[in-house]
C-alpha cells in the first residue's frame, strides 16, 4: 500500500477540467493527470498519452473520459483504457480520495469499479 499523497484542495478543479501533477509531488515514474468530471468525481492517470508524446491535462474532460490534444484519442479515467484511435495502450491509473476538501493521491494504487 503506498502513502497518500495531498495533491489538490477540491476547489482547484473546477468540473470537466484537468492539471498535472509533478511525478516528485506525486511519487510516481510519470507525471499525473489529475482530472474532475462534471459530477465533481476526481479521477487520475498518468498524464503522458500512451500514443505519443502528448500531455493529456492539456485535453478535454467529457462524461468520464479524457481526450488526448494532440491526436484526440480518448481515455476511460476510470480504467485507463483508450476508446479511440490512434492510442491502443493503457494508460495507467491510480486511486483518489477527497478528505476534508483535498484531494489525495495513492500512487501506484489502481483503481477499482
Excluded at 500531455?55 to 479524457?66: Q, S
Excluded at 488526448?68 to 493503457?90: N, Y
Aim: charged share 25%; net charge negative.
Amino acid at each position: 500500500m503506498s502513502e497518500a499523497v495531498r495533491v489538490a484542495d477540491v476547489n482547484e478543479l473546477e468540473p470537466g477540467q484537468a492539471m498535472k501533477i509533478d511525478a516528485e509531488i506525486a511519487g510516481t515514474e510519470d507525471d499525473v493527470c489529475l482530472a474532475r468530471t462534471a459530477d465533481g468525481t476526481f479521477y487520475a492517470v498518468d498524464n503522458t498519452c500512451s500514443h505519443q508524446l502528448a500531455w493529456l491535462d492539456e485535453g478535454w474532460v467529457e462524461g468520464d473520459t479524457i481526450e488526448c490534444p494532440v491526436h484526440s484519442s480518448e481515455f476511460c479515467l476510470k480504467t485507463g483504457v483508450p476508446l479511440t484511435l490512434p492510442a491502443t495502450e493503457p494508460v495507467a491509473t491510480h486511486r483518489v480520495e477527497v478528505r476534508d476538501e483535498g484531494v489525495w493521491l495513492l500512487p501506484d494504487e489502481v483503481t477499482e469499479d
